[in-house]
């Protein structure tokens, strides 16, 4: 995926399919490969990559046959650069490494290149929340604590850092600054609670986005969605003041008329859309740039280029402002927006 992501940008501008991300040329590959060699290639992806590709591919509609084509011949292009010639996977190794050194020598140098067998066991942890990984380790000792975190990516441990009871973050994380080697008898301490915990998280209920699905059944409510969404309140304003922003995703925005985009536009600054706009999916993009000025969107394309890498976070700040000035927009009355694709007739 970070080859996609990086991959054939002035290829899309020559061939003319500039309107599709390296993620949507990815989702077409997929979806046109058929269930189980799409399986076998988002097996080999990490938690994120997985996540955001399969989310476009849930939502891609209406492909064009030269989309098609056009994601197929760069996929295939790119194919035909590379040697054919695989690393060695470990069993090969291990077989060889045995005849050269002996087992015990082996083992040794197979663990410092592929870590020990517990990276398999722990990347399905992956897929926990991070809340209920703290609570699982809270009680086992700071060194243990550090030793599981060293085996996760940093974005998932420094969550499961977060949850963890705040007087004793400081020691776990030093205990993890100062590992170097585990020695082979906290290795397997480390296997029996990984394996203890997987058993438990085997057997935990399934995550309903509930605040999401109640937003979605909200915004297709036939009748009069001002008077439930207030009943609502009535019971809990925390809990309803989440519905309305969920309500107001940033992907609506690619569904607005022109003429809500265009008291948007003027109600948000450009060097807000420029980092907002990162990453977006095509139809957002064009529902704004086409609503521009021809001069106000070639100065808003010059500072998306100027603008260089943003971080993701900072993305999503900015995209949850821009819709907080779209809800005021709605609340007053200002612009009409439309919560939810429907049939237009003519």
């Not at 915990?197 to 309903?208: A, H, I, K, P």
């Not at 900015?318 to 609340?331: F, G, H, S």
């Amino acid at each position: 995926m970070a080859d996609l992501n990086s991959m054939m940008d002035s290829d899309q501008a020559e061939h003319g399919s500039g309107t599709l991300t390296p993620v949507e040329q990815a989702a077409i590959v997929l979806l046109s490969i058929g269930e189980e060699p799409a399986a076998a290639v988002l097996r080999c992806l990490s938690r994120e990559e997985l996540l955001e590709v399969t989310q476009v591919m849930s939502r891609m509609s209406g492909i064009k046959v030269e989309s098609v084509k056009h994601a197929m011949q760069t996929f295939f292009d790119d194919y035909r650069q590379q040697s054919g010639v695989h690393g060695a996977s470990r069993s090969y190794l291990k077989r060889s490494l045995d005849l050269a050194l002996g087992g015990d020598i082996a083992n040794t140098v197979l663990n410092s290149i592929y870590g020990d067998e517990l990276r398999p066991k722990m990347a399905r942890l992956q897929w926990a929340s991070p809340k209920w990984l703290a609570e699982y380790i809270a009680n086992e000792h700071v060194r243990m604590q550090a030793v599981f975190l060293a085996f996760l990516p940093a974005a998932l441990a420094g969550q499961i850092i977060d949850a963890l009871p705040e007087d004793g973050r400081d020691l776990v994380l030093l205990n993890l600054a100062r590992l170097d080697e585990i020695d082979r008898d906290l290795l397997v301490e480390l296997d029996e609670l990984v394996v203890r915990c997987l058993g438990t998280f085997d057997m935990q209920s399934t995550s309903v986005e509930g605040i999401r699905q109640a937003a979605e059944i909200l915004n297709r409510l036939p009748s009069n969605r001002a008077q439930m969404v207030e009943l609502l309140r009535a019971h809990d304003p925390e809990v309803v003041a989440k519905i309305e922003l969920s309500m107001y995703d940033f992907l609506i925005l690619a569904t607005q008329s022109e003429v809500a985009i265009t008291r948007i536009i003027e109600e948000v600054p450009l060097e807000q859309w420029a980092i907002a706009l990162k990453g977006a999916e095509v139809s957002i993009r064009d529902a704004v740039l086409k609503t521009m000025p021809k001069r106000q969107a070639q100065a808003f394309e010059d500072m998306m280029k100027r603008a260089g890498p943003v971080p993701m976070s900072r993305i999503e700040q900015t995209r949850q402002e821009i819709m907080a000035t779209v809800k005021a927009l709605a609340d007053s009355g200002e612009v009409e927006i439309q919560l939810f694709a429907e049939t237009v007739i003519e």
